[in-house]
T-cell receptor
Framework: DVKVTQSSRYLVKRTGEKVFLECVQD?????MFWYRQDPGLGLRLIYF???????EKGDIPEGYSVSREKKERFSLILESASTNQTSMYLC??????????FGSGTRLTVV | GESVGLHLPTLSVQEGDNSIINCAYS??????FIWYKQESGKGPQFIID?????DKRQGQRVTVLLNKTVKHLSLQIAATQPGDSAVYFC???????????FGTGTKLQVIP
């Protein structure tokens, strides 16, 4: 069974901390994505990557950065966490078609 | 701007009945549509998709209908079961995988 695995289900961090969210996929997919999901706003794209060491900004990249050193791993970094970054974060991957496989999500709370 | 929206935020149906979840889209250039199911505490799960050259596609207990004239998409679930309780949302794209727009979701509650 193919999988996208997010390392943490729940995280609580303090304002100003540097936060790393990790995502690993075992499907050899080229494309990986980070979304945040907020009530009433749906899924919003933060960053995506279509190859190792390649990254593209999504709709809401401010306050975030990403790293893709290996094909299977895509990391989301909050350089200095703020309370407005409290959210559910979802990682997804896909090959050339459009059907995304999502991870289970990381619910991040910044206090 | 372009948007994908859902008509009903919450839908309650009796177990065994059929469910219909609707989605309106505004981008006439959209050429691919997807329905996802998200159960509590889990990530979205692909249910069914349809391309703009089709108006109907069937899966196991699910059917997606596409009406391009009125830019409307619907998901029909036959014989709704308690395990169908989840948030359902549609997604559309006109420019490949980078430009997928997701709707905000409809919560389906199945009454036993």
């Amino acid at each position: 069974d193919v999988k996208v695995t997010q390392s943490s289900r729940y995280l609580v961090k303090r304002t100003g901390e540097k936060v790393f969210l990790e995502c690993v996929q075992d499907m050899d997919h080229e494309n990986m994505f980070w979304y945040r999901q907020d009530p009433g706003l749906g899924l919003r794209l933060i960053y995506f990557s279509y190859d190792v060491k390649m990254k593209e900004k999504g709709d809401i990249p401010e306050g975030y950065s990403v790293s893709r050193e290996k094909k299977e791993r895509f990391s989301l970094i909050l350089e200095s966490a703020s309370t407005n970054q409290t959210s559910m974060y979802l990682c997804a991957s896909t090959r050339a078609d459009y059907g995304y496989t999502f991870g289970s999500g990381t619910r991040l709370t910044v206090v | 701007g372009e948007s994908v929206g859902l008509h009903l935020p919450t839908l309650s149906v009796q177990e065994g009945d059929n469910s219909i979840i609707n989605c309106a889209y505004s981008n006439s250039a959209s050429d691919y549509f997807i329905w996802y199911k998200q159960e509590s505490g889990k990530g979205p799960q692909f249910i069914i998709d349809i391309r703009s050259n089709m108006d109907k596609r069937q899966g196991q207990r699910v059917t997606v209908l596409l009406n391009k004239t009125v830019k409307h998409l619907s998901l029909q679930i036959a014989a709704t079961q308690p395990g169908d309780s989840a948030v359902y949302f549609c997604a559309e794209t006109s420019g490949g995988y980078q430009k997928v727009t997701f709707g905000t979701g409809t919560k389906l509650q199945v009454i036993p």
